[in-house]
Nanobody
Framework: QVELVESGGGSVQAGGSLRLSCVASGFAQSRMMGWFRQAPGKERAGVAAIYTGGDDAHYADSVKGRFTISRGNAKNTIYLQMNSLKPEDSAMYYC????????????????????WGQGTQVTVSS
């Protein structure tokens, strides 16, 4: 059974940084993994995705140049380095894993992800 555990959320002031981690258990094959976020009253949306067997990464326009998704050497860990945080980045952040063994151009399609973590809260104050 695949399980995802996120960590690293917290509260920061605007302009600050946070690093989220997601550790997956229950699989060893490289696959597409991603970060999504959901703010109160809004739909969950894709933030970034990466193929854990390489460096192919994609980002939402709203975070390009500020966020960086990366993978660990063990292929079951991904990170999200968030810099220059803005109040509008405040949300619950979820890690997700897909059965796909590559990153698709529609990486933000939540139906492609079959395993989700519990989420970690990020709050950015102005």
């Amino acid at each position: 059974q695949v399980e995802l555990v996120e960590s690293g959320g917290g509260s920061v002031q605007a302009g600050g940084s946070l690093r989220l981690s997601c550790v997956a258990s229950g699989f060893a094959q490289s696959r597409m993994m991603g970060w999504f976020r959901q703010a109160p009253g809004k739909e969950r949306a894709g933030v970034a995705a990466i193929y854990t067997g390489g460096d192919d990464a994609h980002y939402a326009d709203s975070v390009k140049g500020r966020f960086t998704i990366s993978r660990g050497n063990a292929k079951n860990t991904i990170y999200l380095q968030m810099n220059s945080l803005k109040p509008e980045d405040s949300a619950m952040y979820y890690c997700a894993a897909s059965a796909r063994t590559y990153v698709t151009r529609f990486w933000y399609n939540q139906a492609d992800y079959n395993t989700w973590g519990q989420g970690t809260q990020v709050t950015v104050s102005s």
